[in-house]
């Protein structure tokens, strides 16, 4: 079956540094979604990726989808204690189903 | 708009029972997903249900099953219950373009399962 690993699993910073999660498919995704879960909650949807090469920014997150279409990525920079959770890429080869990441636990410390 | 709805949000059981879980979509969201979060993991894909039809499984064996009713609510069962089976189970919701989901998923706040 599909297979979404990310790195690192955890992930400790000072608050103000910057934060990077990477995403890896074992095949090519049609598309790739980014979610946020934060302790004792549930994922919450930060946004779709479709196009090969695709970036898009959030304020201070920026997501970018693989030229092949088989890894993604998400950063964020100047961490805030408001980014603490875990976050999780979610792909898919056929557009309905989406197989999520093992997912990358962001600390930050004040 | 109310968002995704699941019900009971906790529950105990003694192995070798069944359960019901239930969830209602966000409003204007035809198809539900069911997800199973075991601690520290991320979620697995059980199956997917549009039109009252299971869509999509993912790698769970027949003991998993869900309905879809009309009104787009949707129950996921489990017979048979395995210690392994405690776990968080989400339910996620979205809308359904011509057969292709262009929308990020709308999470339930889930159900507690443990088993004992």
């Known amino acids: 079956g599909q297979q979404v690993m990310q790195i690192p699993q955890y992930q400790h910073v000072q608050e103000g540094e910057d934060f990077t999660t990477y995403c890896n498919s074992s095949t090519t995704l049609s598309n790739i979604q980014w979610y946020k879960q934060r302790p004792g909650g549930h994922p919450v949807f930060l946004i779709q990726?479709?196009?090969?090469?695709e970036v898009k920014k959030q304020k201070r997150l920026t997501f970018q989808f693989g030229e092949a279409k088989k890894n993604s990525s998400l950063h964020i920079t100047a961490t805030q204690t408001t980014d603490v959770g875990t976050y999780f890429c979610a792909g898919s080869n056929t557009g309905n189903q989406f197989y999520f990441g093992t997912g990358t636990s962001l600390t930050v410390i004040p | 708009d109310a968002g995704v709805t699941q019900s009971p949000t906790h529950l105990i059981k003694t192995r070798g029972q069944q359960v019901t879980l239930r969830c209602s979509p966000k409003?204007?969201?035809?198809?539900v997903s069911w997800y199973q979060q075991a601690l520290g993991q991320g979620p697995q894909f059980i199956f997917q249900?549009?039109?009252?039809?299971?869509?999509q499984r993912g790698n769970f064996p027949d003991r998993f099953s869900g309905h879809q009713f009309p009104n787009y609510s949707s129950e996921l069962n489990v017979n048979a219950l395995l210690l392994g089976d405690s776990a968080l189970y989400l339910c996620a919701s979205s809308p359904r373009r011509g057969g292709y989901s262009n929308y990020g998923y709308t999470f339930g706040s889930g159900t507690r399962l443990t088993v004992v």
């Open positions: 409003s204007g969201h035809d198809t």
């Open positions: 990726l479709v196009k090969s090469g």
């Open positions: 249900y549009y039109e009252e039809e299971e869509r």
